[in-house]
């Protein structure tokens, strides 16, 4: 209770005139330190700009913030990477991780050696493989193709990119890891209530989080009263059974293979060594439910950010494009109409579009903080000795924002990741900027399908800016792209009609 009993003691403020005020601000960081519903307060109502969730609190600059009242928050950029990699035993704070409703997957799990366990069942098959190259290179062609329908048949409409990369980011995740794709792309129209879903189960997940009811409550309501009331946990429950199918439907593969049929999700972990308790339908069901949950919303979402920044910044948007033109020159002899510039071929001689990714990433709206718990040792953070079994958080907008790091943060300036830049600071010098670009996480809890999402981003951007090189703007600015709610990943402005939108002619 230390950091309240500091707050309580400050004397009220001054205003310009010399009237002594109550500072407001200090009773509200008193009352988040005593009670985690102010911050539930903060979250379930849709008009406060939150931010991280964090940094509202704040009555001064400080590095360590206690914001509920078991938790301690720590804003350093430095200390980032010897946090979360300073032991694989880290455990995660099952009150806060709870919000999504699926305490049995391995984003979820709480305690560090089942984590160990779970992941070590799922890792195989997010390990990037020739099979996986071409899954993602089909998808990317059936994207190119539909906006080439677009074009052709609704040239003077605007096409809502945010909705469809959600679709398009679906149909990859769903294609490399079930039997099954949802085949999102193949809908007409840009399925308006696909991108509706994820929002509401977005909120949905806040309740859920400080009231633990919220998806237990809808899912026990009839189907009839769901139609009326809530649209989109309709769809949601739809995919399950489509989901719940596939898992009764799969075998197990060949213990270590990843190749035949049954090379999916499923048969890969009803073939692990997992222990029968973690091998029900119900867990299957929510580790799936996390795989293309994070598959689709983080990786449509970090497309649509780094499309929007290429679109209004023109002479990114020249270099990138001249780059791709003499790659693409170099590196094929014909490369038709269907066919793809491949990851290895973008990877290795497209050094300007791997800048222009990272700088997407790190401007992407991922706005949640990760909570962990050391059970073995006690941190040390400077003058700070935190007992063992205290959770501790950092956010990854604090790392990605830092003026001290990133200068002018805000802007988007993919010459920053270039070795040659000239306004490199003094820690990006010394450790590397990679070092601060953390949105896979960092350690043993860190994002499993990072190899495949990196390769899913590189084959989308780089051929979607080679084939589609008319794309404008239409009726979007950095309103419609700033994240304004924490709902876990970034949420956009609630009232307006918030998401990129583009005109291909």
Same mark, same amino acid.
């Given at each position: 209770?230390?950091?309240?009993?500091?707050?309580?003691?400050?004397?009220?403020?001054?205003?310009?005139?010399?009237?002594?005020?109550?500072?407001?601000?200090?009773?509200?960081?008193?009352?988040?330190?005593?009670?985690?519903?102010?911050? !539930?307060?903060?979250?379930?109502?849709?008009?406060?700009?939150?931010?991280?969730?964090?940094?509202?609190?704040?009555?001064?600059?400080?590095?360590?913030?206690?914001?509920?009242?078991?938790?301690?928050?720590?804003?350093?950029?430095?200390?980032?990477?010897?946090? /979360?990699?300073?032991?694989?035993?880290?455990?995660?704070?099952?009150?806060?991780?709870?919000?999504?409703?699926?305490?049995?997957?391995?984003?979820?799990?709480?305690?560090? $050696?089942?984590?160990?366990?779970?992941?070590?069942?799922? #890792?195989?098959?997010?390990?990037?493989?020739?099979?996986?190259?071409?899954?993602?290179?089909?998808?990317?062609?059936?994207?190119?193709?539909?906006? &080439?329908?677009?074009? &052709?048949?609704?040239?003077?409409?605007?096409?809502?990119?945010?909705?469809?990369?959600?679709?398009?980011?679906?149909?990859?995740?769903?294609?490399?890891?079930?039997?099954?794709?949802?085949?999102?792309?193949?809908?007409?129209?840009?399925?308006? @209530? /696909?991108? &509706?879903?994820? +929002?509401?189960?977005?909120?949905?997940?806040?309740?859920?989080?400080?009231?633990?009811?919220?998806?237990?409550?809808?899912? #026990?309501?009839?189907?009839?009263?769901?139609?009326?009331?809530?649209?989109?946990?309709?769809?949601?429950?739809?995919?399950?059974?489509?989901?719940?199918?596939?898992?009764? =439907? #799969? +075998?197990?593969?060949?213990?270590?293979?990843? %190749?035949?049929?049954?090379?999916?999700?499923?048969?890969?972990?009803?073939?692990?060594?997992?222990?029968?308790?973690?091998?029900? *339908?119900?867990?299957?069901?929510?580790?799936? %439910?996390?795989?293309?949950?994070?598959?689709?919303?983080?990786?449509? $979402?970090?497309?649509?950010?780094?499309?929007?920044?290429?679109?209004? *910044?023109? @002479?990114? =948007?020249? +270099?990138?494009?001249?780059?791709?033109?003499?790659?693409?020159?170099?590196?094929?002899?014909?490369?038709?109409?269907?066919?793809?510039? #491949?990851?290895?071929?973008?990877? =290795? @001689?497209?050094?300007?579009?791997?800048?222009?990714?990272?700088?997407?990433?790190?401007?992407?709206?991922?706005?949640?903080?990760?909570?962990?718990?050391?059970?073995?040792?006690?941190?040390?953070?400077?003058?700070? *000795?935190?007992?063992? !079994?205290?959770?501790?958080?950092?956010?990854?907008?604090?790392?990605?924002?830092?003026?001290?790091?990133?200068?002018?943060?805000?802007?988007?300036?993919?010459?920053?990741?270039?070795?040659?830049?000239?306004?490199?600071? $003094?820690?990006?010098?010394?450790?590397?900027?990679? %070092?601060?670009?953390?949105?896979?996480?960092?350690?043993?809890?860190?994002?499993?399908?990072?190899?495949?999402?990196?390769?899913?981003?590189?084959?989308?951007?780089?051929?979607?800016?080679?084939?589609?090189?008319?794309? =404008?703007?239409?009726? *979007?600015?950095?309103?419609?792209?700033?994240?304004?709610?924490?709902?876990?990943?970034?949420?956009?402005?609630? !009232?307006?009609?918030?998401?990129?939108?583009?005109?291909?002619?």
């Amino acid at each position: 209770m230390a950091l309240v009993l500091e707050f309580v003691a400050q004397k009220p403020r001054k205003t310009p005139d010399g009237k002594r005020v109550q500072d407001h601000r200090v009773v509200a960081k008193v009352l988040l330190a005593m009670n985690a519903k102010v911050e !539930g307060y903060h979250h379930v109502r849709p008009w406060i700009i939150m931010g991280s969730g964090v940094g509202r609190g704040r009555v001064k600059p400080r590095n360590v913030v206690r914001i509920n009242p078991w938790e301690l928050h720590i804003c350093d950029p430095a200390f980032f990477n010897q946090f /979360y990699t300073s032991s694989s035993k880290l455990d995660k704070d099952p009150w806060y991780y709870n919000f999504a409703g699926i305490p049995r997957s391995t984003f979820a799990t709480s305690s560090a $050696a089942v984590h160990r366990q779970r992941r070590g069942a799922i #890792s195989k098959i997010f390990t990037s493989s020739p099979e996986t190259s071409n899954q993602i290179e089909e998808c990317v062609q059936r994207l190119v193709d539909r906006l &080439r329908c677009f074009l &052709r048949d609704s040239p003077a409409e605007p096409v809502r990119m945010s909705t469809l990369y959600w679709m398009f980011a679906s149909d990859v995740v769903t294609t490399c890891m079930m039997p099954v794709s949802t085949q999102y792309m193949t809908h007409p129209g840009s399925a308006p @209530h /696909y991108a &509706r879903m994820f +929002k509401t189960l977005a909120k949905v997940a806040l309740w859920n989080r400080h009231f633990s009811i919220g998806f237990t409550l809808l899912a #026990s309501l009839p189907r009839c009263i769901l139609d009326h009331t809530a649209g989109p946990f309709v769809e949601l429950l739809k995919m399950q059974d489509g989901f719940v199918a596939q898992i009764k =439907q #799969s +075998k197990p593969d060949a213990p270590g293979s990843l %190749n035949g049929e049954n090379a999916h999700l499923p048969a890969h972990l009803l073939a692990s060594k997992l222990p029968v308790q973690d091998k029900t *339908t119900l867990r299957f069901l929510e580790e799936i %439910n996390m795989i293309i949950g994070a598959g689709t919303e983080a990786v449509g $979402a970090a497309i649509s950010i780094t499309t929007y920044y290429l679109l209004s *910044t023109p @002479h990114a =948007q020249a +270099k990138l494009l001249s780059e791709l033109n003499i790659t693409a020159a170099n590196q094929y002899a014909d490369l038709g109409t269907t066919e793809v510039l #491949s990851y290895a071929i973008l990877q =290795q @001689h497209c050094p300007y579009l791997g800048a222009c990714i990272k700088e997407g990433l790190r401007l992407s709206k991922e706005s949640n903080r990760l909570p962990r718990i050391n059970r073995q040792s006690p941190t040390v953070y400077g003058d700070y *000795t935190i007992p063992a !079994g205290t959770v501790i958080s950092m956010s990854l907008r604090d790392v990605h924002l830092d003026p001290s790091v990133f200068p002018s943060p805000q802007a988007f300036i993919p010459e920053r990741w270039l070795p040659d830049h000239p306004d490199r600071p $003094a820690c990006a010098i010394k450790t590397g900027l990679e %070092n601060y670009l953390v949105p896979f996480g960092r350690g043993a809890r860190a994002c499993v399908g990072r190899a495949i999402a990196m390769e899913e981003l590189y084959v989308t951007i780089g051929n979607l800016f080679y084939r589609m090189t008319t794309m =404008q703007l239409w009726d *979007t600015d950095d309103e419609d792209m700033r994240m304004a709610h924490d709902f876990f990943s970034g949420g956009s402005i609630t !009232g307006k009609d918030a998401g990129l939108k583009v005109m291909l002619e």
